[in-house]
């Protein structure tokens, strides 16, 4: 079916330490987005992604398109305190209107 | 982005009784949607609000269960009829501005029932 696969589930990192987690689907895609949920709050998109090999960089975040366009990663580099939250990435399947989700990636920070 | 409104923010519901949330967009938008995140998982999509005709709902989702209205291109509303403690999760509400667009989302609605 179609399904996002997303990992790791949950990271424990270190203030300061690159971070990465990834997205794949047996499936095509025609665009990945990655999303941050803080608590109490819906979804806030990071990166749009919208060609297959697409490189795009937003401050210390860094996401792609991959080349069979059925995979995607988003890493964050130097990582601080407000970075802490649920990380989700999210797609069009071809032929598809609807965005389905992955199942998110829980990211703490120890300082 | 288009500034996304929901209401209420939070309620806590008794099983049996229904509650309808609204959803409103500081501007026209071309597709609306309904989501449900169930505590602790990942987004699911109930269905996409369609303006002026019926919304067309997900595998999983019937219209009785979850009425959705959407009268013109800035409101739309969400209601859980009949509401069980399984229906406990936060509902929220996304906008797009075309077909295979980003979608921006309210910040939810947190609903218990108990």
């Known amino acids: 079916g179609q399904q996002l696969n997303q990992s790791p589930q949950s990271m424990f990192i270190q203030e300061g330490e690159d971070v990465s987690m990834n997205c794949t689907s047996s499936?095509?895609?025609?665009?990945w987005l990655w999303y941050k949920q803080d608590p109490g709050e819906g979804p806030v998109l990071l990166i749009a992604?919208?060609?297959?090999?697409e490189l795009t960089s937003n401050g210390r975040l860094t996401a792609q398109f991959g080349i069979t366009r059925k995979d995607s990663f988003l890493n964050i580099s130097a990582s601080i305190p407000s970075d802490v939250g649920i990380y989700f990435c999210?797609?069009?399947?071809?032929?598809?209107?609807?965005?389905?989700f992955g199942q998110g990636t829980r990211l703490t920070i120890n300082p | 982005s288009a500034v996304i409104s929901q209401k209420p923010s939070r309620d806590i519901c008794q099983r049996g009784t229904s509650l309808t949330i609204q959803c409103q967009v500081d501007?026209?938008?071309?597709?609306m949607f309904w989501y449900r995140q169930q505590p602790g998982q990942s987004l699911t999509l109930i269905a996409t609000?369609?303006?002026?005709?019926?919304?067309?709902?997900e595998s999983g989702f019937v219209i009785d269960k979850f009425p959705i209205s959407r009268p013109n291109l800035t409101f739309s509303t969400l209601t859980v009829s009949n509401m069980s403690p399984e229906d406990s999760s936060i509902y929220l509400c996304?906008?797009?501005?075309?077909?295979?667009?980003?979608?921006?989302f309210g910040n939810g609605t947190r609903l218990t029932v108990t």
């Open positions: 996304s906008v797009g501005d075309r077909e295979g667009s980003p979608l921006h």
């Open positions: 501007s026209q938008v071309t597709m």
């Open positions: 609000a369609n303006q002026g005709s019926e919304a067309t709902y």
């Open positions: 499936s095509i895609f025609n665009t």
């Open positions: 992604l919208y060609k297959a090999g």
């Open positions: 999210a797609g069009h399947f071809q032929g598809a209107q609807k965005l389905v």
